[in-house]
C-alpha cells in the first residue's frame, strides 16, 4: 500500500477491520485487502478541515478500544468478527443517541469505502464505462455538448 498520509499503519489497521466486520466480506467479494477502502478513507480524511480529521481518528481509536470498556475483554481488531459485530450492534442500540448516531457515521465511511473500490463496483455489476457511454450517447441524441 502506497503511504498513507492523515492515518497512521495502526489506524489504518483498526479502519480495516472496523470495515471487514461492517461489510463481512464474502459471496465471491474481495477482503478489505484488496480493496482501496483503507486509501480511499484516508484520501478522505487528508480532504477534511484539521478538527474533523482529528474527530475522525479520535473515533477509530474509540472504536478500537470500545469492546474493553463494554466488557469484552479485547480490544477490537483482538475480537472474532462475530464478536466484533455483536460489539457494534450493541453500540448501534446503545440508550444513548450520540452512540448510535457515531456508530451509523462510521459504518456509513466504512461502506462507502469498500463498495466504492471498483472492482467491489464490478462484481456488484456495476459498469461505469457502460454508463459513461450511455450518457454521451444521450448528450449526442439530444444536441447537447
Known amino acids: ?3 498513507l498520509r492523515a492515518l497512521s499503519g495502526r489506524e489504518a489497521s483498526i479502519f480495516a477491520c472496523l470495515t471487514d466486520t461492517v461489510v463481512a466480506p464474502g459471496d465471491g467479494l474481495p477482503p ?3 480493496t482501496d477502502a483503507v486509501r480511499f478513507f484516508d484520501d478522505w480524511l487528508v480532504l477534511l478541515p484539521r478538527p474533523n480529521r482529528v474527530a475522525m481518528r479520535g473515533l477509530l481509536w474509540a472504536a478500537e478500544l470500545g469492546p474493553l470498556a463494554a466488557g ?3 480490544r477490537l481488531r483482538r475480537l472474532d468478527r462475530a464478536r466484533r459485530t455483536e460489539f457494534l450492534r450493541g453500540v448501534e442500540r ?3 443517541r450520540q452512540l ?3 456508530a451509523k457515521l462510521m459504518e456509513g465511511a466504512a461502506q462507502l469505502s469498500y463498495y ?3 472492482a467491489v463496483l464490478g462484481q456488484l455489476g456495476y459498469d461505469p464505462e457502460a454508463n459513461l457511454e450511455r450518457g454521451r450517447r444521450l ?3 439530444e444536441g447537447r455538448p
Open 1 to 3: 500500500m502506497a503511504e
Open 32 to 34: 478489505v485487502r484488496d
Open 72 to 74: 469484552y475483554g479485547r
Open 94 to 96: 446503545a440508550p444513548r
Open 100 to 102: 448510535r448516531l457515531i
Open 116 to 118: 466504492g473500490d471498483d
Open 139 to 141: 448528450r449526442a441524441a
